[in-house]
């Protein structure tokens, strides 16, 4: 199966157990519908003959026993939408603990657990378990009333859930659990430890666990061409293979350029574009300082990487693995790892496996010549600096959702990026730092430290002009 986010509360279902489904678009629904509660019903009310509803907890989890009990479904599962459901580990408050499905047939809900094993579906409402006990990937009828309990009504008036993380990035990575009222001293004392629970309906809440978010190739920003090399070579290979039967594809890609421009970013994009396994590792990582063990660790990721198939290997800093040999007795080590690369490249390049190699340097001129050849790494894609186009567009992936005041010219903050070479990391960077420069500008900070931060102050925080051009100056000044 492969189900991937696209964004908030949606995936592209590409091909679930060969059933194609179609790309469903939800956001601005659910957007309309704030609470969990409402969501859920919403989720709900978008039932009809061929849509399915996944409720989750856990996406990981809900995917791998979608795609084993989708069969079971009995009806043409043309769209799933989906919501993230709240997760608490307090009993004493409505929740949906369990992951599951909803579906609609002949104007019965229908639900089918997604949970391993025996799954005890553990709905509450007011402290009481509905008590539904029902084997993982079985179908049960349920009232729709029982469904709304399910979804959690009331919830709202226990829970605050904590959406317009937009508003403040130094939360980016938190959900918040308080009771009642956010805008209490004791709430906001709340607000700023790090005890909250995740609890939101958001896909994101996934990187809190992995450190990374799910980023798809439009994430990435003034490289359109290289993103077209890269569906060419990998990601249309690995969704449609039957079109690439007895073609010998290239397993091994190169990504070279300036630092902090996207490679690794790229990498991920690319992984996640079809669901494939993604492992990063940084060339240095291979090294154990003896020869042998060096080489060990290079086979054994590569056995992983075929194993793991659909899957990528990005290998950051390869020159830090990959110098051109020269036959000394000092270069004895690393001319030993070299040569456990072309050999493995080798065999990845016989396999079937959908497996690839994505490997990232700033020194192309440092790598061995063999590695680059054709049937070892032959693809050479190049990241370059972001021009003013690529920085504009960088610019605008990462300011979505930020609060822009209504003097913001965008030309001429990307032309004084531009002159002052900036990288995308350098932008995304910016857009952090005017934030601060407006939190501390608008007097925040000073309510902050005086807890007398109101949840109603987050509406008035508007980045300015004059907050981008200090940003940009700093920025600039520490890259010399
Ligand atoms: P290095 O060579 O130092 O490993 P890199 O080229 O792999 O750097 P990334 O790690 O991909 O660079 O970029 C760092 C961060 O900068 C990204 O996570 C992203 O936030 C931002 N960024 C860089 N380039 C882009 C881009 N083209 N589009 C959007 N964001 C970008």
Known sequence: MRVQPITNNIYVNKNINNRKADVISFQGFFNQAPSITDKFKAGLAALDNNTIFVVTRNKENSDFYLSRYIDKIDIPVHKIVTLEAPLSDDDKVPYVKDNFVVYKKDNQYKLMPLDSGYSVLRFYKNSHSLGEKIKNGEVTSIPYDSMIEIGGIDIKEKY?????????????????????????????????????????????????????????????????????ECKKYITRPIEYPEAYKNIRLNKGILLYGPPRCGKTLLGKAIANEVGAKFAYVNGNEFKTGTVGSSEGNVRQAFDKLINDAPSILFIDEFDSIGKKRDGSSNARYDDSVVNQILGCMSDLEKNDALSFVVAATNRKDLLDPALLASGRFGVHLEIPMPNEEALSQIFDIHSKNKPFGDDISKPALINMMFKNSFNGSDVAECITNAYFNALERLGMYKKMDAKLFEYSDIAKIKISQGDFIKSIEKIAKLKG
Do not use: C, M
């Open 160 to 228: 605050f859930v904590f959406e317009d993380i937009k508003y403040n990035p130094s939360l980016a990575d938190k959900y918040l659990k308080v009771n009642n009222n956010i805008a209490t001293p004791e709430a906001l004392a709340r607000f700023n430890s790090q005890a909250f629970i995740s609890i939101n309906s958001h896909s994101d809440k996934q990187d809190l666990k992995t450190g990374g978010k799910q980023f798809t190739f439009a994430d990435v920003g003034g490289l359109d061409d290289v993103i077209e």
